[in-house]
T-cell receptor, first 110, second 114 residues
Framework: RKEVEQDPGPFNVPEGATVAFNCTYSNSASQSFFWYRQDCRKEPKLLMS???SGNEDGRFTAQLNRASQYISLLIRDSKLSDSATYLCVVTYSGNTPLVFGKGTRLSVIA | GAVVSQHPSWVICKSGTSVKIECRSLDFQATTMFWYRQFPKQSLMLMATSNEGSKATYEQGVEKDKFLINHASLTLSTLTVTSAHPEDSSFYICSAWPRGQPQHFGDGTRLSIL
């Protein structure tokens, strides 16, 4: 079983739509959780950290369920510029490497 | 904010060539840097952990004699792909973790071996 699993998509949605991505992780010792965004042929960029209480940043809302080892990302009012691959990422503690999911591809269509 | 610089961004070379990729932390010291590799439509996979002043730690399945890592200073780690072959063509990316901040990535190096 992969450490971090995501639905690969693609998700093709119209502008203005709300879209949700899910992610599960296998290692219960995971301590930190993130969503990264990766554009084609570019490095991943941090979108947001994910906290146990859930957190929101503008149109983006992230949720974490430690009991179920499940992470989600909700994007409201999708923009064309949201088209990218969204990577679910976990790490264990301190200065440890990130473990990436395969990513979920989103295409927002005009 | 902290920046990680990676060079070169794109390499095309013949099979059998050795290619060196540099990863620098520009405004912080990094005792540890990470090297990842991403094949098309795959996730980023950790190749190795680069430790300043000591040997790198390689992930299972990564040949340490093929992917030489040197971390001779607190701001520079290098990855050398020795005798590269077409199957080594990939996107290589380094990262470092400034204290108190999220991990920062370099821009990545796209390696194409002909």
């Amino acid at each position: 079983r992969k450490e971090v699993e995501q639905d690969p998509g693609p998700f093709n949605v119209p502008e203005g739509a709300t879209v949700a991505f899910n992610c599960t992780y296998s290692n219960s010792a995971s301590q930190s959780f993130f969503w990264y965004r990766q554009d084609c042929r570019k490095e991943p960029k941090l979108l947001m950290s994910v906290y146990s209480s859930g957190n929101e940043d503008g149109r983006f809302t992230a949720q974490l369920n430690r009991a179920s080892q499940y992470i989600s990302l909700l994007i409201r009012d999708s923009k064309l510029s949201d088209s990218a691959t969204y990577l679910c990422v976990v790490t264990y503690s301190g200065n440890t490497p990130l473990v990436f999911g395969k990513g979920t591809r989103l295409s927002v269509i005009a | 904010g902290a920046v990680v610089s990676q060079h070169p961004s794109w390499v095309i070379c013949k099979s059998g060539t050795s290619v060196k990729i540099e990863c620098r932390s520009l405004d912080f010291q990094a005792t540890t840097m990470f090297w990842y590799r991403q094949f098309p439509k795959q996730s980023l996979m950790l190749m190795a952990t680069s430790n300043e002043g000591s040997k790198a730690t390689y992930e299972q399945g990564v040949e340490k004699d093929k992917f030489l890592i040197n971390h001779a200073s607190l701001t520079l780690s290098t990855l050398t792909v020795t005798s590269a072959h077409p199957e080594d063509s990939s996107f290589y990316i380094c990262s470092a973790w400034p204290r108190g901040q999220p991990q920062h990535f370099g821009d990545g190096t796209r390696l194409s071996i002909l």
